[in-house]
């Protein structure tokens, strides 16, 4: 099949004619830091055709000899025209100019938007200028947050980083670091990601209508780049926030040669809490959490035709709580010492080749790391003296769980013509699993108590993909992903077809369709809780498959003046091989034997999007609706009848502004409505001897006629956000002040029953997170 696939390739690339044609190629950076541009628009303004940068800021176009007049234009830039007579090929590296404040970034009806000219649906790039003025959550802005806020995409709980993407669950979510898939990104049980926006340069969320390039996922492509580090001068950043801090420092080691980027970021919740609480126990007890990050990057230019990248990510999240006794009763001199600790994290690491192998093909070459832990651990120790006879005891209990990657890849993009933009590559993963296992320590006996193997798994894939130009109007890519996996004997095997179309109807709109199969081959086994990272990442085995899907989409997008962009999509998603717990089943002994205690079912998807977007100016923003409806369907579960999944919604409505008042002042604000998420309540509780018929003797037993039967109260949210800005010698001062949740709605966060202390019935009650919440922060740049 492999061999199949890159047959295609070739013969795609040798029926393409070159006779009298020209290639120019070359990169795109920032002029100011040499930080290199991805999707930087190309438009040729005398053959009316539009190219792109890739992920590296690469380009290659292909057109007849003669007069040129390119356009490269970029949000957030002032665009560059290079003129010339084109004779042969040429290698030219652009250089874009930072204009924070654009009114226009060319002249209007002088270009083809991307968004018409792209085959890819359900695609959004937020520049990093416009995650960075929303309002921030206790002197956080969250990458992931500014996701939540476009349509298509349900944020699950209030105050969760957590992604429900076209009615996915959040492991369907394929989310990359520097091209490394992360496992886990939340800190703060779910509240805050783990990725710094000071460290990122560039954000992108595609949601349907995958490119053939990826796989591995259901539901959603999160692709996240780091900063590479600026390679003129040495620059820092930073902020002082209510729960955290942050600095950020770049700069070159050897000039327009080698830079760096060091980021780090870290909670102060346990270091201002240890006063208090060590004075109110006279210094026995010790109780705290913290999180932090840290973000590095190195690269290095060989030549105009070799570059290496090297990227880390560590971060960690640490509750823990500590205390002592020591004290005499009834003669007993007792010394004792419990410990509790809670803790995950990721650790992720990268090395990237780009190799230029001449002006039409490219190449990057990976191998990368990535580890997500987690351990729950719990220590007593103590000692007794009676009379004399001393004795001493110990207990202690260690629960570890986790995932390990170890992976190559190869990518390639070749670009015979202007007609033509071929992608292909494979990849290797080697899975390493922790599916959960106690460790129990007795005195001076080790026991496992409960826990599964390590165990191991490899899976590959091939692909390629073809954007081809049919005519003027229509472009299409073609697409195929061929993926496997093997673990305990098993050995799955998947043919991803992937289909996307573009007919441009004029210089300003299109419609586009795509169809897209896709397949995944782990699993995860999650706390149904308040958002504790308790996940066990499992790989699919003889009994439990892989999950698929396939999705289609229609849409139609259309370029305003000043800025304005606007679409509107239609989607169908299928999905098959979910699983979800059965009736009864606990987390706490999910790790033995889990595949008893599940369910295998289907899921289905669909919806229509609406998205109004303004990305320059002094004012951007954008506004999203979505309406939609997601369901589950499982044998054992709810008689066989579908039900709505936990985070249906059927109305989400999203609107964010930001509007520089001046140079000096930025005003932002964000809204959100959404129906309310679905929940299990009794229709009926039987009490007392009733209970008897059930065979519940003295018991309560809830009788649920349907699973998730009803509909918390609608959500909704107005935050909003100022910063003072201010120019010094040594740089600028930005103090922020937002305010979460300005008319203190009291939103559901979940219910309960409760006993009414005067009729002793029971009712449902509403609790709620977050109130009215103020925060500030002071920044700085240098």
Known sequence: MIRIIFTLIFVLAFTVSYAQKVTLSGTVKDRENGETLIGVNIFDRIQQKVSITNNYGFY???????????????????????????????????????????????????RQELLQENTQMGSINVPLRQIKDMPALMGEVDVLKVLQLLPGVQSGTEGASGLYVRGGGPDQNLILLDGVPVYNATHLFGFFSVFNADALNNVELIKGGFPARYGGRLSSVIDITMKEGNMKEFHGEG?????????????????????????????YLDLLARPFIKNQSDGQDDVGYYFYDLNAKVNHIFDDNNRLYLSFYGGDDKAYSRSQYTGNFNGIETKSREEFGLGWGNVITGARWNHIFNNKLFANFAATYTNYHFRLFSEDESTSIYNGDRVDDFFKADYRSGIR????????????????????????????????????TERSDIFDMFGGEESYSQEYSAYAEDDIQV??????????????????????????????????????????????????????????GLGLPTDLWVPSTGRIGPQQSWQASLGYYKSLKGGFEWSVEGYYKAMDGLIEYKDGASYLNMVENWEDKVEVGRGRSYGLEMFVQKKIGKTTGWLGYTLSRTERQFENINFNEWFPFRYDRTHDVSFTLSHHLSDKIHLSGTWVYGSGNAISIPTEIYQGETALDFGYEGQQVDYYESRNNFRMRAY???????????????????????????????????????????????????????????????????
Not at 79 to 94: G, M, N, Q, R
Not at 250 to 265: A, C, M, Q
Not at 405 to 428: C, E, M, Q, T, V
Not at 483 to 498: A, C, I, M, N, T
């Open 239 to 267: 902020s002082i926030g209510l729960i955290a801090s942050k600095l950020t420092l770049e700069g070159p080691i050897v000039k327009d040669k080698t830079s760096f980027l060091l980021s780090g970021r870290r909670t």
């Open 471 to 528: 005519g003027d109007k229509l472009k299409l890519n073609l697409g195929l992903h061929y993926s496997g996996f093997l673990v305990d004997g098993e050995h799955y095997k998947s043919l991803q077809p992937r289909v996307a179309g573009r007919y441009l109807i004029d210089e300003t709109s299109s419609v586009k369709g795509s169809f897209a199969t896709m397949a995944q081959f782990i699993h995860l086994l999650t706390n149904a």
């Open 60 to 110: 290659s176009y292909t057109r007849p000899q003669g007069e040129v007049e390119m356009v490269f234009s970029y949000v957030g830039y002032e665009p560059f025209v290079f003129k010339t007579y084109l004779e042969k090929d040429t290698t030219i590296v652009v250089q874009l100019i930072p204009s924070h404040l654009l009114k226009e970034v060319v002249v209007e009806g002088d």
């Open 716 to 782: 909704h949210r107005l935050d909003l956000g100022v910063s003072f800005i201010k120019q010094k010698r040594w740089g600028e001062r930005t103090w922020n002040i937002s305010v979460y949740n300005a008319y203190n709605r009291m939103n559901p966060f979940y219910l309960d029953f409760a006993r009414n202390q005067d009729t002793g019935q029971k009712s449902l009650v509403q609790y709620t997170l977050f109130p009215v919440l103020p925060s500030f922060s002071y920044g700085f740049k240098f």
């Open 405 to 440: 990657d170890y992976a190559l890849k190869a990518d390639f993009d070749y670009i015979p013509s202007s007609a033509h933009y071929i992608r292909f590559g494979a990849n290797h993963i080697n899975h390493r699993f922790t599916p959960g296992v106690l460790t129990a």
